[in-house]
Structure formats: C-alpha cells, structure tokens
C-alpha cells in the first residue's frame, strides 16, 4: 500500500490560462499585496495565443508557465498544473486570471485555514465588478434543486430552486458549504490529493460542484471565509467561445446529476432532465 504524502507548508498558485489579455497582469499585480508569504505561481496553459502567459512568466521570477499540452478544460488545466509542485506545497490556490485579490486576502484565506482542520476547500467571498457580492458558497444540487436550477435558472431567476441552490439570501458569515466556486479556491493539498483532484470528465462548469461533493464524501469541509475577499470579472475567456461554453455547461450540468443518480429507476427521471437542458440550450443559443 502506498503511504500518504507529507506536504510542507508553502503555498502555490495555479491559475489556467486560456489568452487572458490584461487581466492575468491585475491578477498577478494585486496577488503581491494578498500575501508576505513567498509564493510560487504556476500558470497552466490551455493553449494561448496572444502571449500573455509567456510575457508574465518571462518578466517575474516567481511566475512558471506550463503549457499542459492541449485544452484540457478547467479542471484538467488545474490538475495538470498543480501536478508540478513538490512536497513542500501544502496548499494550494486554484483561481482563474481574471481575478483581482484584495489586500492581505490570501492570508487571511491561511488564517482561517488554520481554524479548520479538516477544511478541504476555502472561498473568499468574491464581487462582482460592480460591488455586488456573487452567490459562491452553495447547498449541493439535489435532484429537486438540480432540476429546477438547471431547467428554469436563466429563463426564471428568481424561481425557488435557485434561490435555494444560490444561498443568496444567507448572510455572508464564516461556515461550511456544500461546494464553493472553483474562481478562487484555497485547497488542503493533502485533501485534493485524497480524492485525485478535479474529475477531468468535466470539461468546464461543474467542477468545482462536483470536487465539493467529493471532498465532503471523503470527510473534508468546504469553509466559506468572507473576511478574505477577491473581485473576479469573469467571462474573459468562455466570451471568446460563448456557444460552445454553454453546450458544456449543459453538459457538465446532465453529467453531474447522472452521476449520483444511477441504474433503471432513475433513466426515466434523467431522460427528462435531458430533454429540459436541451431545451434550454435551444433557447438561451437563440437568445445569444
């Protein structure tokens, strides 16, 4: 049998690059005022092409570019990069580059880090770029609340599925969750490797819905901690493939659902959750 690896306590920073433009400077900018740790940043290439990777890892010492070889989606992108760490990380940020960090936040992510020993996963509270504060610590989607998230989100937003699945209207205190966004996440790398990082099967969406999931099957907990905050812009590249990202994210949404709810019984209840996602597609592909 295989014994556990010891990690040490350095802390490493993979962000998946896809042609990030300016925002991976902001990222890596604001990232040198979150922390006085030393910090190794592993930029995990999916296949850029408008040079910012290589211009980013060329002008900082800290800062590493690892083409992962292909597109490899989000989560494969992550694995791959966090694949190249040794054993002296022992905690690991996954975050996306277009994301801006706050002060002192990544600190204060190892802070509260250290009040939860078996926390698996920790999520600042994130901004959108105008203030608001974005819903990215949720209950797990239950077959009910999957279902009527996934079917009417978009078309009916304020429907009682997604408001529950959201927690929107919870008051953003320090708690557990059951998954947090996969925009910023800080990992126990001892945890991540316990249930072999990101499921690759998901391409993009669902990821980090699904590593929650897994992480708190394993007995780890995904802690929500507000008082470290970040302000990510999104969208800077899915925009550049919009069509295609939403067929992954109905995609990602059907698989997740199918894979906690199998054998005969169930194929009646997911041939009709096909059926809603497909029809969603249809109307938001219209729409956009």
Not at 122 to 141: K, Q
Request: net charge neutral; glycine share 12%; aromatic share 10%.
């Amino acid at each position: 049998m295989t014994e556990p690896k010891t990690y040490g306590d350095a802390v490493a920073v993979v962000t998946v690059t896809y042609s990030p433009g300016k925002t991976l400077d902001r990222f890596l900018d604001t990232l040198e005022k979150a922390t006085e740790r030393e910090v190794t940043v592993v930029l995990a290439d999916n296949g850029s092409v408008d040079g910012a990777p290589e211009r980013a890892a060329a002008e900082r010492d800290n800062v590493h570019f690892v083409p992962t070889g292909g597109n490899l989606g989000y989560g494969g992108g992550a694995n791959a990069g966090v694949a190249t760490l040794g054993n002296e990380v022992g905690w690991v940020v996954v975050a996306n580059p277009d994301l801006e960090w706050d002060p002192g936040s990544l600190d204060e992510l190892l802070t509260v880090a250290t009040r939860w020993p078996r926390g698996g996963a920790f999520g600042p509270l994130i901004r959108e770029p105008d203030g608001s504060v974005y819903p990215s610590a949720r209950l797990l989607p239950s077959l009910g609340r999957g279902i009527g998230h996934a079917v009417f989100g978009k078309v009916w937003p304020g429907n009682p599925w997604t408001r529950a699945y959201r927690q929107e209207k919870e008051a953003p205190t320090e708690r557990t969750a059951g998954w947090l966004s996969g925009s910023c996440l800080l990992l126990r790398r001892e945890a991540f490797d316990s249930v072999a990082g990101f499921d690759t099967r998901y391409f993009m969406y669902f990821e980090d819905v699904d590593l929650g999931d897994r992480l708190g099957r394993a007995g780890w907990l995904n802690v929500y901690a507000p008082s470290a905050s970040v302000m990510h812009i999104g969208g800077v590249s899915t925009a550049k493939a919009s069509e295609r990202m939403l067929t992954a994210h109905h995609e990602s949404a059907y698989r997740y659902l199918a894979d906690r709810h199998r054998g005969l019984l169930w194929k009646p209840v997911l041939a009709a959750v096909k059926l809603g996602l497909t029809l969603r597609l249809r109307i938001e592909t219209r729409r956009g």
